[in-house]
């Protein structure tokens, strides 16, 4: 028996009960729930928060509105899984698997996902402020209003729009576009100084040009609306 089949037998038995990590751990018979197989469970509702799913498989899971709070995510394979409506904040979840992940709705405020994939995954309606993406990849991921551009800088840039306004992240780098060109007018960046930021000023600054035009395309859009 597979432990999503362990799983749905268990809510045969108690529909009306919600889930958490401690129940869990008891329908599997396991100690830990990092690295093992939940591909295809249906989880919906799920308290998991702070729990470890380092390198575990939720692949085709079912995790709507589930607490995944400060969850360690670290290499997890989250491939095609629901996630709509779920709570991600504070989670790490570098190097993990979200292509084709529903994403809808999802808090993922001070997320970590650095070096995640997140191709052809659908982030319509998600909350990612503060959310750390550096090398993440955006291929083809389903977006509202999401500015993802690369070239202009070594490391992507990615313009997210929040309910604080909008949020650049470039690299390791994080703030809005008034700290943006506060930064770039200084002599010594992040990780640049003396020439190299010479070199890159013309670079940034229409990269700023180009950002200022997309945010205001985007707020006239919304006003239509």
């Known amino acids: 028996m597979t432990n999503a089949e362990k799983i749905e037998e268990w809510w045969g038995q108690h529909p009306d009960a919600l889930l958490n990590e401690d129940i869990l751990l008891q329908i599997l018979g396991v100690d830990s729930l990092a690295g093992i197989d939940l591909s295809n469970a249906r989880l919906p509702g799920i308290n998991l928060e702070n729990a470890n799913l380092e390198g575990t498989d939720l692949s085709h899971a079912y995790l709507k509105y589930a607490n995944l709070e400060g969850a360690n995510l670290e290499a997890s394979n989250l491939e095609d899984a629901n996630l709509e409506d779920a709570n991600l904040e504070d989670a790490n979840m570098p190097e993990a698997n979200l292509e084709h992940t529903s994403l809808q709705g999802v808090n993922l405020q001070d997320t970590n996902l650095i070096s995640t994939s997140m191709i052809g995954a659908d982030l319509r309606h998600a909350h990612l402020g503060y959310t750390a993406l550096q090398y993440a990849n955006l291929a083809r991921a389903k977006t ?6 690369t070239g202009i800088h070594k490391y992507q840039t990615i313009v997210i729009p929040t309910g604080r306004g909008w949020q650049i992240n470039i690299g390791c780098w994080c ?31 229409n ?19």
């Open 144 to 149: 509202d209003g999401i500015l993802h551009l």
């Open 207 to 225: 990269l700023i040009q180009f950002i200022e035009s997309y945010i205001a395309l985007k707020s006239a859009e919304n006003r239509e609306a």
């Open 175 to 205: 703030g809005d576009l008034d700290r943006l060109k506060k930064l770039i007018a200084q002599n010594t960046w992040v990780e640049s100084k003396g020439e190299q930021v010479i070199e890159q000023r013309p670079y940034m600054e």
